[in-house]
């Protein structure tokens, strides 16, 4: 018996995430509802999964390429975090652009800097590890408060959040002790 519903896929055979979504947006179309995915798991990873992610139509809208327009006590943030004065200077000059791809339950990140590019890639409320250009792998929960995408490290208090506006990302960096900066990416 052949499935109803066939998804498209790429050349390495996994289902792209516009394929995904297009099928996601089809069946809400055709049963004439909205889906909203909702986490029933009892662990507590799964339990910082928010109840009511974006809806389907919102994934597509925060996909894009964000270019750097300016930051605030990022440097600050770097130094909290525990880097060299090197590489933070070198990381606090930068003017990176922000490249958002998603699908139906996650997103990948990829950072363009002049010297190097960092790609992370995660599902919502799934654990994962990372490294944010700092040179050190981090353990990571993503979560999805309304407009607001949460980056939070579970082996210890540091965070990324990107809030998503009309306009662009303001992403927010906090360290440990509570030392948090800023910086803002406008669509490019």
Excluded: Q
Excluded at 55 to 60: N, R, S, T
Excluded at 115 to 127: A, C, N, R
């Amino acid at each position: 018996m052949s499935p109803l519903i066939t998804m498209p896929t790429d050349s390495k055979r996994r289902v792209t995430g516009f394929s995904r979504l297009a099928v996601v947006a089809t069946i809400a179309l055709t049963l004439g509802l909205v889906f909203l995915t909702r986490t029933t798991s009892t662990s507590s990873v799964a339990n910082a999964v928010p109840a009511d992610p974006l809806p389907v139509d919102m994934y597509a809208a925060v996909a894009g390429k964000y270019s750097f327009a300016s930051s605030n006590g990022y440097e600050d943030f770097l130094k909290a975090k525990g880097l060299g004065m090197v590489k933070r200077s070198l990381l606090a000059k930068e003017k990176p652009d922000l490249i958002i791809e998603n699908y139906a339950s996650g997103y990948t990140l990829t950072t363009v800097y002049s010297l190097k590019t960092t790609k992370i890639s995660f599902t919502l409320g799934v654990p994962f590890d990372a490294d944010f250009n700092y040179n050190f792998v981090e353990h990571v929960v993503a979560t999805l408060h309304d407009d607001t995408l949460d980056l939070a490290r579970t082996d210890d208090a540091s965070r990324e959040s990107y809030a998503f506006g009309a306009d662009g990302i303001v992403v927010t960096y906090t360290a440990n002790d509570g030392t948090s900066g800023t910086v803002t990416y406008r669509r490019a």
